[in-house]
């Protein structure tokens, strides 16, 4: 036991002393609180009449009053959540590529402890993303919604839950991360996987796979769709707002499947090679 927490000690100095875990954070607080602010005027603006042709009943396409705050919310995670990804996937990667894993592998020979260690480490990391996130997407959001009227939805419990779990998914994504990085030793692929699938990959996969009962229901197993089950809301849902969904602690099952799949088959495939 002293072991583990000797390595994961460890493995959190190595991911504060670098720049990256706050230039990352800065970013994702920025972007996620651009995005919130400015889609719940936008939105907001559409629903209450103010701008088009809405009375408050919500247009096509565009979410009502009940399902705002949460949508607008959801954004931390929705949108934010490429970013706890990349930072497990570089301070994975970043091993291999600065070979840093030579030191680490003498002072603890046990490779996977080193590992469970750093997927531990990554889960705190992705949970503190998940609040900076949230300070984004909730702050500006709910300044957005104030403005124009629009309930905040703060006396919700279910809004409550919501940040709960969407700091549960942010964590759960840092530890994705990590798999990635250990299944894709090199960095620049890592990145360029993660931003491709992320970004267009599964975004496409998942509009394709609407138009079908049978692909929808096996569409919602993606990453990204199980992370959205888990938070209870998301972006994807407003042109297909009846779209089949997992329950919510099936989607973090499917999220903990993912991280713990790409970790299982990266440390039989890479973490036990020789690093020198």
Not at 232 to 253: N, R, V
Request: hydrophobic fraction near 50%; aromatic fraction near 10%.
């Amino acid at each position: 036991m002293s072991g583990f927490v000797a390595a994961l000690r460890a493995e959190i100095t190595k991911l504060f002393t670098t720049r990256m875990w706050w230039v990352l954070a800065l970013v994702l607080l920025l972007y996620t609180g651009l995005l919130s602010g400015g889609l719940a005027a936008l939105f907001g603006a559409i629903s209450t009449g103010k701008l088009g042709s809405g009375h408050g009943a919500g247009t096509a396409g565009t979410p009502q009053f009940g399902t705002l705050a949460p949508l607008v919310y959801s954004f931390a995670t929705s949108v934010g959540y490429v970013f706890p990804v990349l930072l497990g996937a570089l301070v994975t990667t970043g091993e291999f590529k600065h070979q840093t894993l030579t030191p680490t592998f003498l002072a603890t020979p046990r490779r996977g402890m080193v590992l469970g260690a750093k997927s531990t480490a990554s889960l705190g990391i992705g949970a503190l993303y998940g609040v900076i996130a949230l300070i984004g997407s909730v702050g500006a959001g709910a300044i957005g919604l104030s403005a124009l009227g629009i309930d905040t939805a703060f006396g919700d419990s279910d809004t409550w839950a919501l940040v709960g779990r969407a700091i549960l998914a942010m964590a759960l994504w840092a530890a994705v991360g990590v798999g990635v990085g250990v299944l894709i030793t090199s960095q620049v692929g890592a990145i360029i996987t993660v931003l491709a699938f992320t970004q267009f990959v599964e975004p496409l996969l998942r509009m394709a796979g609407s138009f079908s009962d049978v692909t929808a229901s096996i569409v919602k197993y993606l990453p990204g769709a199980a992370s959205d089950a888990l938070v209870g809301s998301s972006f994807f849902t407003i042109e297909s707002p009846g779209a089949s969904m997992l329950d919510w602690w099936q989607g973090g099952l499917v999220l903990v499947g993912y991280a713990v799949l790409f970790t299982v088959i990266g440390y039989g495939t890479s973490w036990r090679r020789d690093v020198t």
